[in-house]
């Protein structure tokens, strides 16, 4: 039981990790572009994001679910979740310290596959799945697909948006400034309220892993108890803001305005709240970071501070492999021989 208890507070602690990661860049656009307080920003995430965690679904905490093949009932399941679950939360810590808006589901992705690796020394246990079509596809290569197309949508979207906003507003006065603000406490809601459905998920698929393998019996459906406690460790990661992060994604890639901020929104949100339908597990920050350059192409690409989004990119490269090393040393070293 110790090791059940184990895995469920480090899904909490991933969480609240997630939170002031992912979270950041949730935050960073209204903040930067002065639509809200950092205070009433905070405030207003976290509600949503809560709500996320309580109405957004299950179909990502399934898919997260299905990425192992490794005994449901077998005790070493939990020590692969425990060391998988240090590893995602070592590279959300290391990325906050170094200011990246990395992706805590890259993370987490890699550390259940070096940790399932480190249990058999294969890969064996890893469903890989089908890559039958990009809308159909199912294990290691759905979330593969949505980690890495998602960003690409963003960046697409967010220049084509950018650029439809400016045919509408063409005309407009600064006056207009005052409006597009107030759209985006619309838009911050409900993309808070997409990362909130989208990112507790996968705690929750790794909690119920965790469960069933303690219980011997399957849970067809997310108990409240789970839901209620990851959107409280979410919106304790939103309190506990990463500045650096926010200024990195608010600033940082471009320098965002009113307009600016309200387009990155619009496109970020819809992909996510998509993602989170479809159950894909998709990486706000990416999604967020790559909206932010899209937008910028879309209005001056010599404006997009080019070798900052090339440091993010390396970033988001690197966090599968780390993860997945950082998890395998984990469970070869301490935790395999816990018992």
């Not at 679910?65 to 070592?90: G, M, Q, Y």
């Not at 409280?232 to 994604?249: C, E, K, P, T, W």
């Not at 932010?292 to 080019?306: F, I, N, S």
Request: a positive charge; glycine letters at 8%.
């Amino acid at each position: 039981m110790i090791i059940l208890y184990s895995v469920i507070i480090l899904c909490l602690i991933y969480t609240v990790t997630n939170g002031f990661q992912d979270g950041s860049s949730v935050a960073a656009t209204p903040i930067m572009s002065r639509a809200l307080s950092k205070f009433n920003t905070v405030v207003l995430v976290s509600i949503f994001e809560f709500s996320g965690a309580i109405f957004g679904g299950s179909k990502v905490a399934n898919t997260i679910h299905d990425i192992s093949s490794f005994p449901i009932f077998h005790h070493s399941l939990l020590n692969i979740l425990c060391s998988a679950l240090v590893a995602a939360i070592f590279w959300n810590y290391l990325t906050r310290i170094l200011k990246f808006p990395s992706s805590s589901t890259h993370a987490l992705v890699g550390g259940m596959i070096g940790s399932l690796w480190a249990a058999s020394l294969s890969f064996k246990y890893v469903v890989w799945g089908s890559l039958n079509a990009i809308y159909n596809s199912t294990g290691i290569y759905k979330i593969v697909i949505s980690l890495f197309l998602s960003p690409l949508l963003g960046l697409l979207f967010g220049c084509l948006f950018y650029n439809f906003l400016l045919l509408i507003l063409f005309k407009s006065s600064t006056k207009i400034n005052k409006l597009l603000q107030k759209l985006q406490i619309f838009f911050t809601a409900i993309l808070a309220f997409g990362h909130g459905a989208n990112d507790t998920q996968k705690a929750m698929g790794v909690m119920i892993l965790a469960l069933e393998c303690a219980k011997k019996t399957q849970y067809n459906t997310i108990p409240l108890w789970i839901r209620t406690y990851e959107g409280l460790a979410m919106a304790l990661g939103i309190v506990l803001l990463a500045q650096g992060i926010v200024r990195r994604v608010g600033s940082g890639i471009f320098k965002i305005k009113p307009v600016h901020a309200l387009a990155c929104q619009a496109t970020s949100s819809c992909i996510i709240v998509t993602g989170s339908i479809l159950g894909g597990p998709v990486s706000t920050s990416q999604i967020i970071a790559s909206s932010v350059m899209g937008v910028g192409m879309g209005d001056r690409y010599k404006g997009v501070h080019w070798y900052v989004a090339k440091d993010m990119i390396i970033a988001w490269c690197l966090t599968i492999p780390i993860a997945a090393v950082v998890s395998a040393i984990s469970y070869l070293s301490i935790f395999k021989y816990l018992k």
